[in-house]
């Protein structure tokens, strides 16, 4: 890909985000207020449960347009915000209560489905290198495009608290972890065999 071809592409990129968003937002109608009824706010969650759910999805996908090369940073974020909450509920289970247990650790799970999105955006950048600078062998690029889509498979559990959907998103997680050794080695054995050829 040329320059060019890259500013094409952080152009649609933009307006793929906006449509998105603005989708996103709109689709579960106008939310209440922050002031209104313990009443009116629950009756709004279970009126909209379905166009909430394909809202975050959404959401999620905006995302892998905006963090195109933020996605690292941001898979980070959300799985250390996951796991705080995970290590809070550890520490606190029985002051938390049944409830409080089960509320904290699925809001884990959906902090870290949000993780699936930005891991799909860092796979995917990372791949799109491989792809153009083949530093390694390009068929680890073509692997990482597969587990980035895999990951926006995955990344569906911010709308769906379906198991084969948590399954797809640990099996990728394994899968995902392989491809960075097995990248991490060649690039290490690479800029060894670089350095004794310069000796």
Request: charged share 10%; hydrophobic share 55%; proline share 2%.
């Amino acid at each position: 890909m040329n320059d060019a071809s890259w500013e094409r592409y952080g152009m649609a990129a933009g307006i793929l985000f906006v449509v998105l968003v603005v989708v996103a937002a709109l689709i579960d109608g106008a939310p209440p207020k922050p002031n209104d009824s313990v009443t009116k706010i629950v009756g709004y969650f279970r009126d909209n449960q379905d166009a909430l759910k394909v809202g975050s999805y959404l959401h999620g996908l905006a995302a892998v347009t905006f963090l195109w090369f933020l996605g690292g940073l941001a898979t980070l974020t959300f799985a250390t915000v996951a796991a705080g909450m995970s290590a809070f509920v550890a520490l606190y289970v029985d002051k938390l209560g049944g409830g409080g247990v089960q509320g904290f650790y699925l809001l884990a799970t959906v902090f870290l489905g949000f993780a699936a999105f930005s891991a799909a955006v860092f796979t995917s950048a990372v791949s799109v290198m491989i792809l153009r600078y083949p530093i390694v062998e390009r068929l680890l690029g073509w692997i990482g495009e597969g587990i980035a889509a895999l990951w926006l498979v995955a990344g569906i559990g911010v709308a769906d608290d379906n198991t084969a959907i948590h399954t797809v998103g640990f099996i990728t997680f394994l899968i995902w972890a392989g491809w960075i050794l097995i990248l991490t080695v060649l690039l290490l054995t690479r800029d060894l065999t670089v350095e004794t050829a310069k000796k």
